[in-house]
């Protein structure tokens, strides 16, 4: 498993992607003047980086759940094969045996 699936991948670079835009559209859309944090408090700060970080971090985190969801799929899929390799063995071992 240390190869990424192609929908790993993906998910990755759709997160970057969603990520930058995210951050570009923070600075342009709304239009942030860095002279207001001069007379913001520090909780008033926090408050400010948790809204605008909150969707990234959920996105990530859904990133995050996808990639274990493809992972268990591929480890469902080798253990299938490993499973039937056994039987077959089994079935072998059997006909040996009689």
């Known amino acids: 498993m240390s190869q ?13 992607l969603i990520s930058l835009l995210w951050l570009t559209s923070i600075l342009f859309l709304l239009d942030l003047d860095f002279r207001l944090l001069s007379i913001m408090t520090p909780s008033e700060i926090g408050n400010v980086m948790y809204v605008l970080s909150a969707p990234l971090v959920f996105l990530w985190l859904a990133i995050g759940y996808l990639r274990l969801m493809d992972d268990y799929q591929q480890v469902k899929k080798e253990l299938t ?11 072998r071992l059997d006909k040996i045996s009689d």
């Open 81 to 91: 094969v490993v499973r039937q390799m056994f039987l077959d063995l089994k079935q």
């Open 4 to 16: 990424y699936s192609p929908y790993t991948k993906r998910y990755i670079i759709f997160g970057i």
